[in-house]
Every structure is written in structure tokens, then in C-alpha cells.
Nanobody, 114 residues
Framework: QVQLVESGGGLVQAGGSLRLSCAAS????????MGWYRQAPGKQRELVAT???????NYAISVRGRFTVSRDNARNAVDLQMNSLKPEDTAVYYC????????WGQGTQVTVSS
């Protein structure tokens, strides 16, 4: 099993930056993919960005050029640097890990004010 704990959410003005971190524990050596999804009120959960164990990244079109996902193997963590934030980025952000099944963190709120 894998446990995921997120940190770093909060309130920021439009144009600002936030950094989310997610620490993994448990069967971390079998994790294939880590990343972030988000869910805004009344909407479905959607992909934000992922990174594989080999370092390949994938981003939602809406965040390309503004967000950067990175994996820190020394900390067993995945980070999401979010720049040029927009009000439409407001959502609960969930850390994600794919091992034999999908694992999810508890979620952290990101609110971007206009």
C-alpha cells in the first residue's frame, strides 16, 4: 500500500504562486506514476500534471507553461510549482500515485482570488 500526504495549499491572489508537495510512504518502490489532479465545485476531478518514474511529464493544456511537476526521489515526494495562478485554478488538489492500483491523498484547497 501507499500513503500520500499533501501540503502547501492556501489562498493567493491572481498572478501569484503556490507550491504543493506530496510525501509518499509505504510501498514507494513500486510507484509508476505520481502527480496531481484537481476538482472544482460542481465539476469532475481532472488531471493537472503527472510524472513517471523515468521522469516523463504530462500536463493539462490549461496549466502548460504555468505549472511544473517534479519528483524528488530522495524525499519520496512529488511537487507542483504553480505560477501565474488564475481564479479558474481554484479547486481541491489531490496527490495521485499509481502502483498496482490508484492511490489518492486527502486533498488540499487552493483558492485564487481575482
Amino acid at each position: 500500500q501507499v500513503q500520500l500526504v499533501e501540503s502547501g495549499g492556501g489562498l493567493v491572489q491572481a498572478g501569484g504562486s503556490l507550491r504543493l508537495s506530496c510525501a509518499a510512504s509505504g510501498n514507494i518502490f513500486s510507484i509508476l506514476v505520481m502527480g496531481w489532479y484537481r476538482q472544482a465545485p460542481g465539476k469532475q476531478r481532472e488531471l493537472v500534471a503527472t510524472v513517471t518514474s523515468s521522469g516523463s511529464t504530462n500536463y493539462a493544456i490549461s496549466v502548460r507553461g504555468r505549472f511544473t511537476v517534479s519528483r524528488d526521489n530522495a524525499r519520496n515526494a512529488v511537487d507542483l510549482q504553480m505560477n501565474s495562478l488564475k481564479p479558474e485554478d481554484t479547486a481541491v488538489y489531490y496527490c495521485y500515485a499509481l502502483e498496482t492500483i490508484n492511490y489518492w491523498g486527502q486533498g488540499t484547497q487552493v483558492t485564487v482570488s481575482s
